[in-house]
């Protein structure tokens, strides 16, 4: 199925905010990559400024666990995106 709509997406980024973590196995390295057609060259900040302006075609599946396992009730559950396919310059 096939729908245009806005939706969020959030990355970890470890749980220090002065210290910005994004290794080579991170899903924020690999959107990265996505969005700057390619991987960091030598030195290369990742800056997130990579994503301004860009467009994703992304798989969006309905949260109908929570963090623990339990079970949500249907008010509770929510879209989210379980994966970025491609990015798509407008």
Request: net charge neutral.
């Amino acid at each position: 199925m096939t729908e245009e709509g806005e939706v969020s997406g959030f990355l970890n980024l470890g749980n220090n905010p002065d210290l910005i973590t994004a290794g080579r196995q991170s899903e924020y390295f690999k959107l990265w990559c996505k969005a700057n057609r390619g991987r960091p060259t030598r030195g290369q900040t990742m800056d997130p400024a990579a994503f301004l302006g860009k467009f994703f075609r992304v798989r969006i599946d309905t949260a109908t666990k929570n963090s623990r396992g339990g079970t949500l009730s249907e008010i509770e559950q929510y879209s989210k995106i379980v994966e970025f396919l491609e990015c798509i310059d407008p």
